[in-house]
Nanobody
Framework: QVQVVESGGGLVQAGGSLTLSCTVS????????MGWFRQAPGKEREGFSC????????YYLDRMKGRFTISRNNAESTMYLQIASLRPEDTAMYYC????????????????????WGQGTEVTVSS
């Protein structure tokens, strides 16, 4: 049974930072590419970051580069997302997702590439 569990969300003032965590069980974590999606109020869900099985390859949407840092610790079966300089528009439900592939493909932000999703962790940024 696969379990994907995010944590670390909360209320933070603009300009602050958060680190989200995602712990996975039921998968061979060190063979699995992982990613992050988010859904802001009133907007569509969007993928914005992916990390391959060993953390060597990391990807971000261009507009998120610089403030977002994805990483993983395979020994702990955990993926992380560091968000710096938070803005109100970062307010969203953040989802950890697990791929059945080891690499982030060219269509890395297609939701169908990720059969396993966490329940989401809410990030709220106040101005």
């Amino acid at each position: 049974q696969v379990q994907v569990v995010e944590s670390g969300g909360g209320l933070v003032q603009a300009g602050g930072s958060l680190t989200l965590s995602c712990t996975v069980s039921g998968l061979t974590f060190d063979r699995t590419a992982m990613g992050w999606f988010r859904q802001a109020p009133g907007k569509e869900r969007e993928g914005f970051s992916c990390i391959n099985w060993n953390g060597v390859s990391k990807y971000y949407l261009d507009r998120m580069k610089g403030r977002f840092t994805i990483s993983r610790n395979n020994a702990e079966s955990t993926m992380y997302l560091q968000i710096a300089s938070l803005r109100p528009e970062d307010t969203a439900m953040y989802y950890c997702v697990a791929s059945q592939s080891s690499e982030c493909g060219g269509k890395r932000y297609f939701p169908s590439n990720y059969p396993y999703w966490g329940q989401g962790t809410e990030v709220t940024v106040s101005s």
